[in-house]
Every structure is written in structure tokens, then in C-alpha cells.
């Protein structure tokens, strides 16, 4: 084997005769690596601490957090930045993804789009990043030269930089104030790495996205205090969760909620309170919007 792959283009061992087998045993082969996934990210978890509190730290100074990658890459980083609007009521430009080749690499594979550095400096003054932007860069070898090229300017910028890698000898780990390496070793299918480090790469966004708004107070315990209600699943939290909090009737929240377009908080400080929209709009302004700020 040659010593200049990373693991995640070696030959794996245990899935040797994966085409031999029947289907069964071909999806237990699948599923075994795949329970090798959440282990190697929790001996991530100091790194993603790190992380975490320095997405906060920007978050507070009015910064924002960009996902770079190139492939499955770029689709996770942009799918984890698309899901925080409604989640956590964030402003669309909060968290952002940014993917080598633009919107079209979303469905289809853009040639040559990985190792594009110009592609790089096009996509870093489009987004008119600062210093108090937090640059993510996404790569499974951690050598693809688009997210290098994105973090070696974040990083004469003065931007905070984070890289998320399955290499521990990436190239990115140069350029990157917090280097979180998850060690997913070979694929099922060699080289195929849409699967364990694809896999690992999401349980990473999902804690860096997730602990950055819990930390910036964007649920009240474990309440999703500030989801968007666009739909009728989602009204229906928001009257379970104003109903939890304020230990009232749901047919009591659902009134408070449809009489002000389904503010959670405003209707929790109204019920509460009696606080009115605007009193509660202002006290939610001088806490920075944190509940628990206010009930303490």
C-alpha cells in the first residue's frame, strides 16, 4: 500500500468481499463501520469545544459562521447552514454554506471545482468576509485545494478559522486555529468518503451549528424556542413548547400564539407576565433575546 493515501482512500480489509456476498450481510458490513463513526467523534469533543466557543465569541461580536467545501463536503456545509433559519429563527446570511462550483455543484459535479484556488479567491470577496467571521473549511483528505486556499486567506485576514478533517496530516491543519482530525479509517467502498466521513463530517456540523445557538441562547432547556413555524408541524411545537414552559393549556398558548403571528417568546412573556408586545420586545432586546436571562 502506497504510504501518500489517507485513510480514507485505503482498501478496507473487513469489506473485502462486499460484492460476494447477499444483501444482508453486505448492509451489516455497512452498518459495522458505520457504528465505528460517533466513537472517533467523541475523541473529537475537546476540539469541538474549542470550536464551539469561538463560533460564540464571533457570534456576539456580530460575526457570522461559513461552511467551505468542495463535493459532499460543500453539500453537508450548506445543508447544516440552510437548516438554521428555521430551527433557530437565524437571519439567512447567519450561518451560510460555500461550495466549491455554486449553487449548480448542489446536483452535479463540477469539474475541476476541488482544486480551483482562483475559484477560491473569487468565492472569499464575493462573501465579504471579516474578521469576525468564522471560516469553517470541510474536507475529508484535507488537502483539497479550494478549502486550503479559503482558509490561507481567512487566516491573513485575521479570520477565526476551524477545519474538519478524516487526515490527521492534512494540509489544512496550516491554516486553522482549531484542527478537529476524526479518524473514520477506510471506507466500506474504498475512496468513498460521502460515507463515514461524510457521516462524521455531519455529527460535527450538527454540534457546531447546534452548541453555538444553544450557547447564544437560542433554546430555553431543551426547547426550540426560536424555531420558525412556516408549517402546521411546526405551530404545533411552538404551542407544546409555550404550553411546557408555562404550564398552561395548549388551547391558551394556540390563542396567545395565532394573536401574535406565533412568537414563542412574546407569547411565554405574555402568559407569564402579562407583558404586551412591545414591553416584551423590548425586555427580550436589553437580554439579548436569552429567556432564561429574564426569568433569572
Known sequence: MSNDLTATENINRDTINIDLV?????????????????????KCIPQITKAVDMIVRNFLHGGRL???GAGTSGRLGVLDASECPPTFNTPPDMVKGIIAGGDRALREAIEGAEDSEDMALFDFDENDICNNDTIVGISASGNAKYVCK???????????TIAITSNPQAKMKEFADCFICVETGAEAISGSTRMKAGTAQKMILNMLSTGSMIR???????????????NAKLK?????IVSEICQCKELTAQNVLESNGYKIKHAILFILYGL???????????HQGVLRRIFE
Open 66 to 68: 461559513l461552511y467551505v
Open 236 to 240: 404545533r411545537r411552538a404551542i407544546t
Open 150 to 160: 479559503f482558509l490561507q486567506i481567512a487566516k491573513i485576514k485575521q479570520c477565526k
Open 216 to 230: 447564544i441562547g437560542k433554546t430555553y432547556h431543551n426547547l426550540m424556542i426560536d424555531v420558525k413555524p412556516t
Open 276 to 286: 404586551d408586545y412591545n414591553d416584551a420586545d423590548n425586555l427580550l432586546k436589553q
Open 22 to 42: 447477499g444483501t444482508y450481510d453486505m448492509l451489516v458490513m455497512i452498518n459495522n463501520e458505520d457504528m465505528k463513526v460517533a466513537e472517533a467523534v467523541r
